[in-house]
């Protein structure tokens, strides 16, 4: 491969990686966001209206960590799979929830 081929495969490359991030920052982290929020509304401990209160403003702290991750990791593959386990733990907390009967 010329070096011209190699400079061509690096920018494909560098640009691949930044629309990952980019996939993985904002409806990834959008799902994260509400994963938690749902997650956090049926255990935090109140009534059901503040508990959502605070799990949706806590949710909007998540949403901008998610984002700001998906840009610090050290590649987009590591991003998607991070917010990907993130997400399933508060899927899964939700999940669990709901299987014992709603609000813990």
């Not at 920018?11 to 629309?19: E, K, S």
């Not at 920052?25 to 966001?33: F, H, I």
């Not at 998607?80 to 669990?96: E, F, K, R």
């Amino acid at each position: 491969m010329t070096s011209s081929g190699k400079a061509a495969d690096a920018r494909w490359r560098r640009h691949g990686d930044n629309a990952l991030r980019l996939v993985a920052a904002l409806p990834g982290g959008y799902a994260v966001a509400s994963l938690w929020a749902m997650a956090l509304a049926r255990t935090l401990p109140g009534g059901p209206a503040s508990a959502t209160i605070v799990a949706t403003l806590l949710a909007f702290v998540v949403c901008a960590g998610a984002v700001m991750w998906a840009y610090a990791a050290r590649s987009g593959w590591r991003a998607v799979w991070t917010l990907t386990i993130a997400g399933a733990l508060a899927g899964a907390i939700a999940w669990g929830s709901i299987l014992t009967g709603g609000r813990v």
